[in-house]
């Protein structure tokens, strides 16, 4: 069931964080020139958790390259917090702003050769860039490419970079409406094409037969699998019931209460039902881990790498609590059942 559960936690997961990624946040905004009065009014409505404004600066060259790219300027700090909903390993832009030897970090996209550690734009004089490069394709952002987005905090004033936006990326806060707040966006920008949404992502992909048929059989084990525990820990009560019967019946013969006998059961399934609950916990730890490493679900949650395996410890408690509470109503029923026969009977059939 834990095995079952993660696979289907990291598949959902894996959709949620695939379509932040293509989209660039829970919703973009692009198309043209967007005002800086729009940004304003569209960082003001209610919902919005943080807003970054993409500047197409024009074309750049760094010194020393051989092409001509697509600059892109952007408040590190806002882009950052747009991506916080993403686990680290997914945030495209987590090192923008940072500094690497006194040099700001840029992150570009799209280049058909590597660019060099240390470059600075063609002409100015203003200190050097680390420029990193993330990832063959260009960033969500990046509408041409080759493109490189610079921290605007340290981008070059003396290198004539121009300033209009050109993408809006918005951040949902929780428990926002959100079919409302995109209906306020295109109030204020005026098109839906140029709207793009994260969940409409996610429903798409989950639309697909591959990924709809792996959580449907995802579920389904996970439901099969608890069922098959309770089965199993009923098999092992029914197959030493006619024993068990017969000792509790002399037990009681010589004075035992039903208290007492419902413990005696109790300590007959007790550290079975520990052991089955520790080996559980270990290997629907395990299994996911090994399953992870040799099949690739990039393909099943529309990305380019694979997702992080996600252990949800809800689940794995509730799934302890149901075992070990079917254990204990298991241990009861035992006792009441064999309580109810004529412990003479019982006897008489011991002596036969």
Not at 7 to 23: H, K, P, Y
Not at 274 to 302: R, W
């Amino acid at each position: 069931s834990i095995f079952a559960a993660s696979i289907l936690e990291t598949q959902q997961t894996g959709i949620r964080d695939a379509a932040i990624n293509t989209v660039g946040a829970d919703i973009s905004v692009s198309g043209g020139a967007i005002p800086d009065a729009t940004v304003k009014r569209l960082r003001a409505l209610p919902g919005v958790a943080a807003l970054a404004a993409i500047n197409s600066a024009g074309g750049g060259d760094l010194a020393g390259q051989n092409q001509t790219m697509a600059v892109y300027t952007v408040n590190a700090r806002d882009l950052q917090a747009v991506e916080s909903v993403l686990p680290a390993n997914r945030q495209l832009f987590r090192s923008l702003g940072t500094t690497r030897d006194g040099r700001s970090v840029a992150v570009g996209g799209g280049f058909s050769e590597h660019l060099r550690p240390v470059s600075r734009f063609a002409g100015s004089k203003a200190p050097a860039i680390a420029s990193v490069r993330v990832t063959s394709s260009p960033p969500n952002c990046i509408v041409d490419a080759p493109g490189l987005v610079v921290d605007s905090a340290a981008a070059p004033k003396d290198s004539g970079l121009a300033h209009q936006i050109s993408t809006v990326l918005i951040r949902f806060a929780t428990g926002t409406d959100q079919v409302v707040l995109q209906q306020r966006i295109v109030a204020l920008t005026g098109t839906t094409e140029t709207v793009r949404v994260a969940d409409a992502q996610v429903r798409t992909l989950t639309a697909a037969p591959l990924v709809a048929g792996l959580e449907a059989i995802t579920l389904a084990a996970v439901v099969l699998s608890l069922v098959l525990c309770v089965l199993a820990l009923m098999l092992a009560l029914v197959m030493g019931n006619r024993e068990r019967g017969q000792v509790l019946a002399r037990l009681r013969a010589l004075g035992f209460s039903r208290r007492q006998a419902t413990g005696l059961v109790g300590w007959e399934i007790g550290p079975m039902t520990a052991l089955g609950i520790v080996a559980g916990i270990v290997t629907g730890i395990a299994l996911p881990t090994l399953f992870l490493s040799v099949v690739d679900l990039s393909t099943f949650i529309g990305a380019e790498q694979p997702p992080a395996l996600i252990l949800d410890p809800v689940f794995m408690g509730i799934a302890v609590v149901a075992f070990a509470a079917t254990a204990v109503v298991a241990v009861v029923a035992t006792s009441a059942l064999s309580a109810r026969r004529n412990r003479f009977e019982i006897l008489r059939e011991a002596g036969d």
